[in-house]
Each structure stands twice: as C-alpha cells, then as structure tokens.
C-alpha cells in the first residue's frame, strides 16, 4: 500500500483547538454578511467555455440534467474523472470550466473529464425531502418568501424545492450508465474531484461507491461535519447560496447526516482501499495573485476552517492506521480557483497513476 504523503506542518495540538475556535467564529462572521456572494468557488473567471467539451444530457428523477464531457487526447475510454462544482454551481457550465483550465490539463494527460452542472447547495446527496422552510419553497416565483431580498441570488432557485435532489443517485446510476452505454466511458476504477462543499462529497461517493471511485481528491473541503460548530455554518452557506434548507437535505441526528460525514464514514474509505489526496491552505493569501477585500473577509476564514476540519480527518484516518493518502498543506492561498487550480496540477501524476 502506498505510504501516507504529508507536504506541510502545522503547529501543536493545543494551539491548534484555539485557532479552530477562532477561525469558526469568523467564518460565522464571515457567512453572516449579506454581501456573501462569493463565499464558496469564487475566484476570477479566465476559462470559459472551452469549445473541446460537449453537452450530455441524461433525464433523472430531477429532470434533464446537463453535464460537460471532455474526451482523453488519446481516445481512450478507460480513464475518467468527475469534478464536481462547488456551493454556488450554476446551471450553465461547472466552475471548473469557467474559472480553470483543468479540463484541458487533464484531456492531454490522456484522461475523459465529467463535469456535472448545477447542484447548487445540493453537496452531491440524496436528499431527505425538496428544500422547503415551514412548508414554503423559497425558490417559488409568486411564493411571500421568494419577495424576502436574502441570499445571494434573490432565492429564486427551482431545483432542489419543486423536487427532491437525487445528485447521489444521478452520479453513481442515471450519470454513469448513461456515459457507458453511450460513450463506452469505463464505469469503474473511475476519479473523484471535488471542491470546497463537494470536497466532502468526494471522499463519501468513493465510500459507499468503491467500484465506481478508485480516487477521491478534497480540495479545501470540510471533511468532518460532525464538527463543533459545523452545522450552522452549513446552514448559513446554504441559506446563502439559493435558500436551501439543511433539515431538508438531512435532519440533525439522522441516518443521511452520519452517511454524508466523511469523518464518520472513514472506516469505509479504509476498506475499500481508496487512494486519497487531502488539500486545504493557510487563508493567507499568496503574493503575487491579486486578492480583492471578499478574499480577506470570506476567503481567509473560510479557508482556515476547512484546513483545521480537513486536519481533523487527518488524525481521524491516522487514528485507523491508513496511510494511503496525499496530505498537502500549501502555506498560501484562500478560498478559491488560484488555490484549487494548481492544486490540481500537482495531483496530477498521483491521479494519472491510480484511474482506470
């Protein structure tokens, strides 16, 4: 079995449970802001729609459901990685088409790429019930609580209230046997990237679909969301981005919470044998890229925090004896695509090594 990689320190574990309190108290502060627009994926468009993808539409219990695929430069069909898209996923293009160049990088590196898009808030799961607060669906056009100017897009979302988010479900069936039976895509042995919200995401889709996912990557993904502190935060970013309910998606307490918590489903990912890769940076911008005031206010904490949850997990998998992972801790960066995007670049051989 591969050894475990760690890139970076951090300090002691005392002085690691103040800052972990701190940072939590400014990422509330942080969410709390009505100018919360960028809280999660922000980052300077430069990509774009890149004309070497193509649309793929597959009907699930949502509806049609677009997704972007890039083919391997080689044409080969054995080797496929899904990035999934962060909190505020449109429904036009993945952030990863927008704000990167990923999709090409991995294409020449001889790789299929899936980009699902949408998924705004959903954190990739199957939910309990469609987003609604005490019965009313705030993405409703003519409902009272679609008036209420909260939320960083008016709250006029439909996906997700008018039905139930199945992303699990699209993901792992209607998703992957459609690539298969269309494109002759490998359903197995298949990668997992996610960022931020579906940095979690990741890890949980390789633990309970260990055929489908052989490597599940987190970037700047809270990885323990059983943590102190770690519900209401998830709550204000939902709210924030589209309106979302998180009782709707999985009341506290229950079965679905426990099964989107990679740190509680940990014990799977070790049984499966997944390789790994772990990433989350300091908060403290990195010289030389332009950082605008959202960075200061929303990135740095944010990012903070999921580097003290993503250490969490750390000690969590350390604890079951599982040294299969790349831990990287780069000393700069913030919350966003200039942080994710080269992290990616430096997963690369690991990811190209351990697919298909």
């Known amino acids: 079995m591969r050894s475990e990689t760690v890139r970076a320190q951090q300090g002691g574990r005392g002085k690691r449970r103040g800052w972990v309190k701190r940072t939590v108290a400014g990422l509330a502060a942080a969410l709390a802001l009505p100018l919360a627009t960028t809280a999660v994926g922000a980052g300077a468009a430069h990509a774009a729609l890149n004309p070497a993808g193509f649309d ?94 909260v939320g960083a897009t008016g709250w ?12 699990e479900t699209f993901l792992t069936q209607n998703l992957r046997g459609a690539l298969h039976d269309r494109l002759g895509f490998n359903p197995s042995a298949n990668g997992v990237i996610g960022l931020s919200m579906s940095g979690s995401s990741a890890l949980t889709l390789a633990a309970f679909h260990p055929d489908q996912f052989k490597y599940a990557a987190s970037l700047s993904g809270p990885l323990n ?3 102190p502190g770690m519900r209401p935060l998830m709550r ?10 998180i009782d709707s998606m999985a009341p506290i307490g229950s079965g679905q919470a426990a099964r989107m918590d990679p740190f509680i489903q940990a014990p799977k990912l070790v049984a499966n044998g997944t390789r790994i890769w772990v990433s989350a940076a300091s908060g403290i911008p990195t010289p030389g890229i332009p950082a605008g005031p959202m960075d200061y206010i929303q990135g740095t904490p944010i990012e903070a925090v999921v580097l003290a949850n993503s250490r969490m997990f750390q000690l969590r998998m350390d604890s079951l004896g599982y040294h299969n992972v790349t831990y990287d801790w780069p000393a700069t960066g913030t919350h966003n695509w200039t942080t994710w995007e080269p992290e990616v ?7 190209s090594a351990n697919i298909g």
Do not use: C
Not at 87 to 110: C, F, H, K, S, Y
Not at 156 to 167: A, D, L, R, S, V
Not at 236 to 245: E, F, I, P, V
């Open 225 to 227: 969301l059983s943590g």
């Open 345 to 351: 670049y430096k997963m690369l051989p690991d990811l």
């Open 236 to 245: 204000m970013a939902m709210m924030s981005a589209g309106g979302y309910n």
């Open 156 to 167: 006029t979302e439909q996906m997700g209230k008018i039905n139930k988010y199945t992303w």
């Open 56 to 149: 793929f539409w597959v009907d699930s219990t949502m509806g049609p459901i677009k997704s972007r695929v890039f083919p391997a430069a080689d044409g080969n069909t054995s080797r496929v990685v899904y990035l999934l898209d962060g909190e505020r996923a449109q429904d036009d293009l993945n952030g990863w088409e927008i704000n990167t160049n990923v999709a090409q990088a991995l294409m020449d590196a001889n790789i299929n790429v899936v980009m699902p898009v949408g998924g705004e808030s959903s954190w990739y799961a199957d939910w309990a019930a469609p987003s609604s607060f005490l019965g009313l669906n705030t993405g409703s056009a003519n409902g009272a609580a679609a008036s209420l100017s």
